[in-house]
């Protein structure tokens, strides 16, 4: 952190050369870098590591990860990656893309109409991914 002036640029810094100290072939570290490096979970191991396992009364995986996007919704635009990600399991997990639009619709109320329109935004960039996918296939 020698730069007093920008702390962030720094601790940026700092994570690239952390991230290639763990894996040489990362040429930079960023947010969208590291989604790509998150796999998706398969919805069995998300209802094992997120409750089923434990109780099997509890909520099921999309149920959790419905609930984790109205909050992350909540928390306004500084959760894009988290979003993302969050939307990518929620899809594998068996939600469909009209109870993730409702999901971040609903929180409009709560956490206002500008927070919404960016999860929105940050939802539709994986629908999308999605459909390119399926379309290739």
Do not use: C, Y
């Amino acid at each position: 952190m020698s730069d007093p002036k920008n702390p962030f640029e720094a601790m940026m810094t700092q994570a690239q050369e952390m991230a290639k100290a763990m894996n040489p072939a990362l040429e930079s570290f960023t947010p969208k870098g590291m989604e790509k490096l998150w796999p998706t979970l398969p919805k069995e191991l998300m209802e094992l590591t997120f409750g089923k396992g434990i109780s099997s009364e509890g909520l099921d995986a999309k149920t959790r990860l419905l609930l984790t996007l109205a909050g992350l919704t909540m928390l306004g635009a500084q959760n894009d990656t988290q979003i993302r990600m969050t939307v990518r399991h929620a899809l594998a997990a068996g939600a469909t893309a009209e109870e993730i639009a409702e999901t971040i619709a609903q929180m409009a109320v709560f956490a206002g109409i500008p927070s919404m329109n960016r999860a929105m935004d940050f939802a539709r960039e994986v629908l999308d991914e999605n459909e390119e996918k399926d379309n290739e296939t």
